[in-house]
């Protein structure tokens, strides 16, 4: 496991500091207030006034090792996201709102990484962000593939070289990895999960270190009793699988497993033993952003689960050292760009951004 994020203990310190500050504070108020004979009129004294404890002069200086304004690189996958019904041809690429969404609820902004740009032109915007994710969609071949192999190659070697740098591989972006990292293209296996809510079962009880470790406990009992999560897929790996296969099993660790409609037990969530890298067989962003499918969860706990992934991401992408040349960032963020509602017809994705 890599070093888990511990902002606790920072707000635990920055506590004690203000403990320590506020005794000398209190005291000269009181005093104050015990000798003063005469009122003070124009002080107006409401009936519990006397308890406030008297405000801080600044604010505590925010942790220098954070960086609070990360940036999130998210690439592009084939086609419009609509078949073709909003743009065709072989140039065009898309991100669906929802991921942009669930990296902007956590805290973070979106530069797109658009696979059919030059790779070189890729690996510029690679610097310009503070980690990656990989989508869901069905493209396994061709310039694609290639384009998320070699951005998952320099994750690793951001990593290997103390740059800390996270990664999110959602559903393809997981098959994909499950590809890259055994160097096997059929290692996947068929499964039916298409369009369906699952629970997560959890293979240890101990999430520390994991995209888990700050779900409350009442929240991560119901994933595994409740249909709180959403897959959408026809490919998956099952855990022997996983586990048979040497290359998978040194660099993951199974942390969920779900199951489809034939019963057949699939690996939902991993984690990278040495690396920020989360992969998710199952659609963390669409609960609290897409509509187009009635078996979508939206009940408190299942956002609840959407916002806490996101949470997690973004903490890990607060951590990367990256700070790269503010007018670059603004020039590439994703807000050059406008989303198009494709949504209305109730299938496929609400929103999405069209490139090329
Ligand atoms: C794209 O091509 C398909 C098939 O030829 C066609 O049905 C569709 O209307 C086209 N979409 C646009 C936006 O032109
Ligand atoms: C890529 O995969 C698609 C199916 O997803 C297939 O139709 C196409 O022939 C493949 N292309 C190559 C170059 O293998
Ligand atoms: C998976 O399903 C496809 C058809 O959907 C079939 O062609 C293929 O042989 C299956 N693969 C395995 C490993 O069962
Ligand atoms: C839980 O896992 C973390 C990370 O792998 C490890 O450091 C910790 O010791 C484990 N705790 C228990 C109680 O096993
Ligand atoms: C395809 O689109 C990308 C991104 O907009 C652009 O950089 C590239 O030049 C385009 N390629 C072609 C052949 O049009």
């Keep these: 496991m890599f070093p888990s994020n511990t902002p606790s203990s920072t707000s635990h310190l920055h506590s004690n500091l203000w403990f320590f500050l506020w005794i000398p504070l209190i005291t000269s108020s009181l005093s104050q207030q015990l000798t003063s004979a005469e009122p003070n009129n124009n002080i107006i004294m409401l009936p519990t006034s006397s308890d406030y404890l008297p405000a801080p002069k600044s604010c505590p200086v925010p942790d220098p090792d954070l960086n609070f304004r990360p940036v999130i690189g998210i690439v592009s996958h084939p086609g419009d996201g609509a078949s073709g019904r ?3 041809g072989t140039n065009v690429s898309y991100i ?10 956590a805290g973070a902004r979106v530069i797109p990484l658009v696979y059919t740009d030059p790779i070189d032109v890729i690996f510029k915007k690679l610097e310009l962000v503070n980690g990656v ?16 192999q070699q951005i998952f190659k320099k994750v690793l070697e951001k990593n290997d070289a103390g740059k800390f740098f996270p990664c999110y591989a959602i559903c393809l972006g997981f098959e994909l990895l499950t590809m ?6 059929n290692i996947l296996e068929n499964f039916s999960a298409s369009y369906q809510a699952s629970t997560l079962q959890f293979v240890d009880n101990n999430v520390s270190g994991t995209v888990f470790q700050r779900f409350p406990p009442e929240l991560l009992r119901k994933l595994s009793t409740d249909c709180l999560v959403m897959q959408n897929h026809k490919f998956a790996i099952s855990p022997k699988t996983l586990q048979a296969n040497h290359l998978l099993s040194s660099f993951f660790d199974v942390i969920t497993t779900s199951t ?12 990278a033993h040495q690396y920020p890298i989360t ?14 499918y009635p078996m979508i969860p939206h009940s408190e706990d299942a956002i609840q689960v959407t916002q806490h992934v ?12 990256n700070r790269p040349p503010v007018p670059d960032v603004l020039n590439n963020l994703i ?14 994705y609400d929103e999405v951004y069209i490139f090329g």
């Excluded at 989508?135 to 694609?144: L, S, V």
């Excluded at 996101?310 to 050292?321: C, D, K, Q, T």
């Design 86 to 88: 909003l743009k065709n």
């Design 180 to 185: 890259i990292v055994s160097k096997d293209n």
């Design 96 to 105: 669906a709102a929802s991921y942009v969404k669930f990296v902007e609820s």
């Design 260 to 271: 489809d409609s034939d019963n057949k037990v699939y690996v939902s969530t991993v984690q």
């Design 279 to 292: 992969g998710f067989q199952w659609h963390p962003e669409k609960n609290a952003f897409e509509w187009g």
């Design 335 to 348: 807000y050059n760009y406008s989303p198009t509602y494709c949504g209305k017809k109730g299938n496929g």
């Design 310 to 321: 996101a949470n997690f991401f973004i903490s890990e992408a607060r951590r990367s050292p």
């Design 133 to 148: 994710l990989f989508t869901g969609g069905w493209a396994k071949n061709g310039t694609y593939f290639e384009v998320v």
